[in-house]
């Protein structure tokens, strides 16, 4: 009876363990699922929500695989090549001209990593799998027919989905179309029909992002693979295959035939004689200046998150203007050194040649359009940026994991995720993890919650909340524009004008490298009457950015022109107005890319830069030169009042 009673004992153990064993892994499915699908319908994942929120997930996926799981871990080679990139993307973060940057920027490589990580390790079944790559499909298609409606509806000449730019979104679909081939060629009737439908759609909308560089790498990565694949392509095959490009040059075809069209903004002359060479002149400026970027500082680079603050110390021309250096690799260079990327590099090499011997064993379908789908993606990365987006981000390093959990692991160091010794390390990486994205998260919405608040006392207490949790520069210099404006509504009380200097200065002390912060503590300074000071802070910041900001050399020729130097408010002018010529004004008025409407203002920024050098020329009675600037100003901005009334006084004299 005794020994009954035992045996009952365990096998209710078992079955609770058993319990929670299912029940872990479905959340963890789930949570899986909702990463696939949330991140595309917010920007391509750019939103806040999803940059914060998606690491809260990928916390919580971590937590429940080793409290729920209950499974045994092994660690591989591509583990070990992720601990070492780790550990010296840390070091790079340590050395860092932004830290405060830099660590978020840390804490989206710790989420793929621990993404990649679960990935490769949760014992999913076939269906289960399946069921992951199916959503993943799913959801492409629907941002395929997301993406052709505002084709055809909307202003944009390429299809960019909610991701609104073209190549990001042609590098989303990239690991998506061999996907959805295999199962066009696997699907038997009447399924085949919906697998044929699916694919025609996704294909079009990828043919008419109109990204060449998508296309070459979709090319390429097929051809790597060919070897792999080409014996497992029947004649049928190669009969359905036709048919189906077929259906999708004449489907691709008859939308670029309506869209150009239905436009009443262009024209097919328009599109015609759009200058595609500008992209690759314009890329070609952004990686020459990349690797001078990285030979200031080739060990560890000025920290992750930083290319967009560095750059335009490095910056060639007004048009080579970017936040990203459209290559992922020649941007970790500049940005976390040659140690970082060569880490990064290994740790690519060892996921590809480890799965692509496999392929050679198995000869696996799925597994090669998912291995096609990562050669692509990473190929495209040496020429664009879509790993900046976190909805391509989560799709590669997840599709990563599953191509290595494919394969039974190796034989190696195994810890038992039971044991509390186990739990230590997840747990330490995922809290933090968690609690970084979720003060995110919070301040975020809650920062933007102030930036529409009309009552300018309620965003001020708004902003004075947030950073009690979050000492964003951005929070803080917000702050202090808000005590400025409040000081010019009452400039009796100097205590707020006091108060907005040691905000702006709290934010140039967390990130330096931003012009906006000067220009706003310049004004400070100069309503403080420190003229003198306020014209030191515009000059530095024409050191960080001497290209994209006509709106400080306005500050700086007002100061100039205020303290009557009028030789160096001309030379200022001067220098601005070479790089702003009527082409670059057309160009940045309309973006490279047809159709895609431009969002800068910089016509009136001109149009007073114009005007504030002819009061210059005017002080220093050259009439002749001022009338010129003053019509200038005019045909740039008829609406610049200044520059009409003073070219109807010089008519009188």
């Known amino acids: 009876m005794k020994k009954l009673k035992t045996t009952s004992s365990i096998f209710f153990r078992l079955s609770i363990l058993m319990h929670k064993i299912i029940f872990g892994r479905k959340i963890t499915l789930f949570l899986l699922i909702l ?12 939103d806040f929500f999803i940059v914060n929120g998606w690491l809260i997930i990928v916390g919580l996926i971590l937590i429940l695989f080793f409290l729920l799981g209950g499974q045994n871990v ?26 405060y940057h830099s660590i978020g920027a840390f804490g989206q490589l710790l989420a793929c990593a621990i993404l990649f990580f679960v990935a490769s390790q949760l014992k999913l079944s076939s269906r289960e799998r399946r069921l992951l790559l199916l959503v993943l499909m799913g959801i492409g298609f629907i941002m395929a027919l997301i993406g052709l409606y505002l084709y055809l509806t909307g202003h944009y000449y390429l299809v960019t989905s909610t991701f609104y730019w073209s190549n990001p979104f042609a590098g989303y679909l990239l690991m998506i179309l061999p996907l959805a081939f295999f199962y066009f060629l696997e699907l038997k009737r009447p399924y085949a029909v919906l697998g044929a439908t699916i694919f025609v759609i996704l294909l079009s909308a990828f043919i008419l992002t109109q990204s060449r560089g998508a296309w070459i790498s979709l090319c390429l990565a097929g051809l790597i693979c060919l070897p792999i694949y080409y014996k497992k392509i029947t004649r049928g095959d190669v009969g359905k295959i036709g048919l189906i ?8 075809g008859t939308l670029l035939f309506l869209k150009l069209n239905l436009s009443t903004e262009h024209n097919w002359s328009d599109f015609l004689k759009n200058d595609n060479g500008a992209s690759s002149v314009t890329r070609l400026n952004y990686w020459t200046s990349s690797i001078k970027m990285f030979f200031s500082r080739p060990i560890f680079g000025f920290g992750p998150n930083t290319f967009v603050f560095i750059y335009p110390a490095y910056q060639q021309n007004v048009l080579s203007s970017t936040r990203y250096a459209h290559n992922y690799f020649l941007e970790m260079l500049a940005e976390q050194g040659i140690f970082v990327a ?3 590099i290994a740790l690519l090499l060892v996921i590809f040649y480890r799965s692509y011997r496999a392929l050679g064993r198995t000869k696996n379908g799925l597994i090669l359009a998912i291995f096609i789908g990562l050669i692509a993606a990473t190929l495209h990365n040496f020429i664009d940026f879509d790993w900046a987006y976190p909805a391509n981000l989560i799709t590669f390093w997840l599709l990563a994991g599953l191509v290595c959990g494919f394969f039974q692991p190796e034989a190696g160091l195994k810890i038992d995720g039971h044991k509390k010794i186990a739990l230590i390390a997840p747990i330490s990486l995922a809290l933090p993890l968690i609690l970084f994205g979720a003060v995110n998260l919070y301040t975020s919405y809650q920062f933007n919650q102030a930036l529409a608040d009309k009552s300018i006392v309620r965003s001020e207490q708004k902003i004075r909340s947030v950073l009690l949790l979050n000492p964003h520069p951005d929070y803080y210099s917000y702050l202090s524009q808000i005590l400025f404006t409040r000081w010019l509504n009452a400039p009796q009380d100097i205590k707020l004008l006091d108060d907005a200097e040691k905000n702006i200065e709290t934010a140039i002390r967390i990130n330096p490298y931003q012009p906006p912060y000067y220009q706003i503590m310049a004004r400070i300074e100069y309503s403080l009457n420190k003229k003198d000071l ?6 530095k910041t024409l050191r960080i950015d001497s290209l994209n900001r006509p709106s400080i050399h306005i500050d700086l020729i007002n100061l100039y022109l205020a303290k009557n130097q009028l030789d160096l408010a001309q030379k200022t002018a001067n220098n601005i107005l070479a790089n702003y010529s009527d082409d670059v004004l057309r160009l940045q008025e309309f973006a490279i890319i047809p159709g895609q409407a431009s969002m800068t203002q910089l016509k009136p920024q001109i149009s007073l830069i114009y005007y504030l050098r002819g009061v210059a020329e005017e002080r220093s009675d050259n009439l002749a030169a001022a009338r010129e600037d003053w019509m200038k100003s005019l045909e740039l901005d008829p609406n610049n009042q200044d520059a009409k009334i003073s070219l109807n006084n010089s008519a009188d004299q």
């Open 342 to 344: 060569l880490s990064f």
């Open 245 to 252: 490009f077929l259906l999708v040059i004449v489907l691709a």
């Open 35 to 46: 990463l696939i699908i949330m991140p595309p319908f917010f920007s391509g994942g750019r």
């Open 74 to 99: 092994s660690f591989k080679k591509p583990h070990f090549w992720w601990i070492v990139f780790l550990g010296l993307s840390l070091l790079s973060v340590l050395q860092s001209i932004s830290i």
């Open 534 to 539: 306020a014209n030191q802070l515009l000059e």
